[in-house]
């Protein structure tokens, strides 16, 4: 006999909020996140063009930082120019590391996009 | 039996046909051009994981595209005719290297790239690509 299994996501959602042992889990995952954020990040010599030079290190890494959002965390960049480091530009390679740890971390990019399909996007 | 090279196939692709052409001639790149001229396609796999390990077969690659103007509204231009042609033409068989089950859209954004100034208008798109060989 097969058995559905319903979830319910708005219960999974308050308990994610309220309860302690959750919130420390979700502030480790966070960690994690913002550890392979700055893992996959520029490093070792530059790909943009001259080729080869040499990266000062330090200021991607110095620039991530986590904090509580919506009952969650946000991890988030606070350097001005991050997005050509996350897009790329046409002097700078797309290294993206936000959207590749999204990835291996089976997030998924459009959030919006995966809610509205009932998928679970969080 | 291999994974398929979604950027090549995807930028060789591009560069045959005639929308393209006529909008880029070849302009589509994988890499940073040196001395770029513009308007320009660019295309770059971000990420991507095979549907199964075993066996490696079906492969999503997350593709992120950049299309460069000109003025803004030829970057869109560029853009929507790339994103019809993948919904319209992309998915099939390409002989002698592999065939593309499937072609899904994500965000599409205007970022200008301020690696110049004044900006350069870009209009940058997400799809996911499934392929085999």
């Known amino acids: 006999m097969a058995t559905k299994v319903v979830i319910n996501r708005k219960a999974l959602q308050e308990f994610f909020v309220t309860d302690p042992g959750a919130q420390a889990g979700l502030a480790k995952t966070a960690k994690a996140v913002e550890v392979a954020v700055a893992e996959a990040g520029p490093f070792g010599s530059s790909l943009s063009w001259p080729w080869r030079r040499p990266i000062k290190h330090g200021w991607f890494k110095k620039s991530l930082h986590t904090r509580p959002f919506r009952g969650g965390f946000r991890v988030y960049s606070r350097d001005p120019f991050a997005h050509l480091i996350e897009f790329g530009s046409i002097k700078n390679p797309t290294y993206a590391p936000f959207r590749r740890v999204i990835r291996a971390f089976n997030g998924r990019i459009n959030a919006k996009k995966a809610a509205s399909s009932g998928e679970g996007a969080e | ?133």
Do not use: C
Request: aromatic share 10%; no cysteine; glycine share 6%.
């Open chain 2, 1 to 133: 039996m291999r994974v398929v090279d979604t950027e090549r196939l995807l930028s060789g692709w591009l560069r045959a046909q005639p929308e393209i052409v006529a909008l880029v001639e070849d302009r589509v790149y994988t890499e940073n051009p040196n001395r770029a001229v513009f308007p320009l396609l660019k295309i770059n796999q971000i990420a991507g994981n095979p549907v199964f390990s075993r066996p490696l077969y079906l492969d999503e690659s997350l593709i992120q595209l950049d299309a460069y103007g000109g003025p803004k509204v030829q970057a869109r231009q560029l853009i929507d005719t790339t994103r019809e042609l993948l919904a319209e033409r992309f998915v099939g068989h390409h002989v002698d290297i592999g065939v593309v089950t499937a072609v899904n859209f994500g965000d599409l954004t205007y970022l200008p790239d301020d690696g110049y100034a004044p900006p350069k208008p870009r209009w940058i798109a997400l799809a996911s690509i499934y392929t085999h060989p």
